[in-house]
């Protein structure tokens, strides 16, 4: 049972609230179940420069040994306003080496490029962030801008590329779209903003896991029903 594939969730917040009700990873786990053991690797407020600190305690080979695909989602925290209480701010091209060192990580303990799903960060909803700082008693003007999430998600999607993985670029998925209906607070995701991410995750989760066999017999099968 321990050797079952697994599947890897690398990344801050959004991906450590995915595993919440309704959330991305929630959707994730019911397409993978009896096929893999799902497994958060999501630290809110980290930015790429604390997972590399931390990266080889994160990630080693015993967790990725028999490993279907992982996720990589981060940029979110890098991608912070210069100068904002917070001190996450990551400059885009250390982000974008960062990126790499993460990716080369796991190709360096034996996963596959093809396996490795980059998914770029997503857009802000100033507005809506703003509110939410000013609630949490951290100012009332959103530490974030669009103008720049924008540079960090085109460098993942260059680290993608380069690096040949899989890439969702969620900037550009969402941007166009009424942004209130997808991020609650202006940078996490509501039901609607998981959805939307897990629509994009699903084809390729499909793609990744259609030839792992369910595990153990059906009960049908162990009961002798027709």
Not at 15 to 35: E, H, I, M
Not at 40 to 67: C, E, H, M, W
Not at 81 to 107: C, W
Request: charged share 20%.
């Amino acid at each position: 049972m321990s050797s079952w594939p697994r599947v890897v969730l690398l990344g801050d917040s959004i991906t450590q609230y995915s595993l919440q009700p309704n959330g991305w990873g929630t959707y994730v786990a019911q397409q993978v179940q009896r096929k893999c053991d799902l497994i958060n690797r999501g630290f809110s407020g980290y930015n790429t420069d604390n997972i590399v600190q931390f990266l080889s305690k994160l990630v080693d080979a015993k967790l990725v040994q028999n490993v279907a695909f992982v996720t990589i989602f981060l940029g979110a925290n890098d991608s912070v306003l210069p100068g904002s209480y917070s001190n996450q701010h990551v400059p885009v091209d250390r982000f974008e080496t960062n990126l790499f060192k993460i990716v080369e990580h796991f190709k360096s303990l034996g996963v596959s490029s093809d396996k490795i799903i980059l998914i770029a960060p997503p857009p802000v909803e100033a507005e809506l962030r703003a509110k939410h700082m000013m609630e949490k008693g951290n100012g009332s003007v959103c530490d974030r801008s669009n103008d720049t999430s924008i540079e960090y998600a085109k460098a993942c999607v260059k680290v993608a590329n380069s690096k040949k993985c899989r890439v969702i670029d969620l900037f550009t998925l969402m941007i166009n779209k009424h942004l209130p209906t997808y991020l609650n607070d202006g940078l996490h995701f509501s039901d609607e903003g998981n959805s939307l991410l897990a629509s994009e995750l699903s084809t390729h989760v499909e793609e990744l896991t259609k030839e792992l066999e369910m595990n153990l017999p059906d009960w049908k099968d162990l009961c002798g029903v027709e």
